[in-house]
């Protein structure tokens, strides 16, 4: 039995294979572009090694689009065929049932099959980024933290990985509100693993969410070998440092950010499109004019709609047909929720609540239906985690919402909306918070005048 640099066992004979599953493992943890190419690899040289086969499923499905499931189910055939064969060992096995749940629609079960290897094997890095994936893809920030602190203990200053699991640690401090000790982390992080752009990433939420926002352009400005060559994870931090620009008040700097950088390839990956729409909604609210950008979002939302791989994506293709006024392609996005919310699976109690109301709220929101909005947003807000994504990414939802009640005269309602808002940013006021504050004081005055 060989082990890998994780320190877990791997089912490879050659030596070769393993150096190349071990490149594999880095740099899908640190986001690189060069996973598929070592996992291929490692393929060639060992075609029945099963781990191998249900590793290019289960990250097919973590990709969110309709024809990559239809790669995973290849995937899960060669891995079966495969263990037929060479009888694997219990983290392969493991790997296979986690992909055959996710196919039959239970992701969660996948995560708790993915769990069990942990229990035996909790150095086991590869595994506990996935399931983090996983989880972050359900939307369950708890779950994430308590997962990555389970196996935190046997990532020691010895283990190869020990700076990618404090990246992940650092994630969910955020997302569950430690901030203190999330930038902490993630920066500690870092200098284990400077190639880490998830733990860099985790550091530059904190100072999203604390209304820091050139320290946060200081720290990816500062930090480009972390997150410089990754895949289009590159994009999504581009896109926080917009968003820390727009909190500067610095519009057009996003703006220009969002053509040289954000959407430099007009890819049809879920999360560019994501963060794609949710810059431009962010500035449109902001009253910029952007002008033809949603065109080629919509163009490629259009051929999205019948997908039904990921609420957080749909949402976001919704965002697209809004903007560019696809009546069209946004009925027939409806009509596949109204069809997807009484079918059975993780992914279909999401579409029924809160995807159906969140979507009706876009719509709404995008046709002037400003009271409507709010009341369809409103309903989706105590489950919008569950669509998955982070507290950054979903904001623009709660942007949305906010301005929805202004716009509609409910006053209390947003007041008590940015109130909360606020709490989950530990008490600071972000520039939208302030100037939304201000509106709502103009409004509450002119009756008085």
């Not at 727009?246 to 057009?252: I, K, S, T, V």
């Not at 004019?289 to 019948?306: H, S």
């Not at 409910?410 to 939208?432: N, V």
């Amino acid at each position: 039995m060989m082990y890998d640099v994780c320190d877990s066992p791997v089912m490879l004979t050659s030596p070769q294979a393993l150096s190349d599953w071990n490149a594999m493992i880095l740099a899908f943890l640190a986001h690189g572009s060069q996973t598929p190419v070592h996992l291929g690899a490692v393929l060639r040289h060992e075609p029945q090694f099963a781990m191998g086969h249900a590793a290019r499923g289960l990250f097919s499905l973590m990709m969110g689009r309709a024809e990559l499931v239809v790669t995973a189910r290849e995937a899960g055939d060669a891995a079966h065929a495969a263990a037929t064969a060479t009888a694997p060992d219990a983290r392969a096995a493991g790997w296979i049932a986690a992909l055959d749940h996710w196919l039959a629609g239970r992701p969660a079960a996948a995560v708790q099959r993915l769990e069990d290897i942990l229990a035996e094997t909790p150095a086991d890095t590869l595994t506990a980024k996935l399931v983090h994936g996983i989880r972050f893809i359900l939307g369950d920030a708890a779950g994430m933290r308590a997962s990555i602190e389970r196996v935190l203990p046997a990532h020691g200053a010895d283990h190869a990985c020990r700076g990618f699991a404090m990246g992940c640690h650092a994630f969910t401090l955020e997302e569950t509100g430690e901030y203190d000790r999330a930038e902490a982390v993630g920066r500690a992080g870092l200098v284990h693993a400077p190639d880490d752009a998830w733990g860099l990433h985790a550091v530059a939420h904190v100072y999203d969410m604390t209304a820091r926002p050139s320290q946060g352009i200081d720290l990816i400005e500062s930090n480009t070998a972390a997150w410089g060559q990754s895949n289009n994870f590159r994009y999504h931090v581009w896109w926080h440092k917009a968003l820390l620009h727009m909190d500067r008040g610095e519009l057009d700097v996003a703006l220009g950010l969002y053509d040289a950088q954000i959407r430099a390839d007009k890819t049809d990956d879920y999360r560019d499109i994501a963060n794609a729409t949710s810059l431009l909604m962010r500035l449109a609210l902001e009253g910029l004019d952007v002008g033809p950008r949603w065109e080629e979002l919509a163009d490629l939302a259009e051929r999205r709609t019948e997908d039904g791989c990921l609420v957080f994506a749909d949402l976001h293709y919704m965002l697209a047909l809004c903007g560019a006024d696809r009546p069209e392609a946004k009925a027939r996005l409806t009509a596949r929720f109204a069809r997807d919310a009484v079918r059975q699976g993780d992914m279909a109690a999401r579409v029924a609540d809160p995807g159906v109301a969140a979507l009706d709220g876009l719509n709404a929101f995008a046709e002037g239906r400003y009271d409507a909005a709010f009341v369809q947003l409103n309903a989706a807000r105590p489950r919008m985690q569950e669509i998955g994504g982070s507290h950054a990414q979903r904001d623009v939802f709660e942007r949305m919402t906010i301005d929805a009640a202004l716009r509609a005269g409910r006053s209390d309602a947003a007041h008590d909306i940015l109130m909360q808002r606020m709490a989950l940013r530990a008490g600071t006021e972000d520039r939208f918070t302030a100037s939304r504050f201000a509106t709502l004081d103009h409004a509450r005055r002119i009756p008085a005048q």
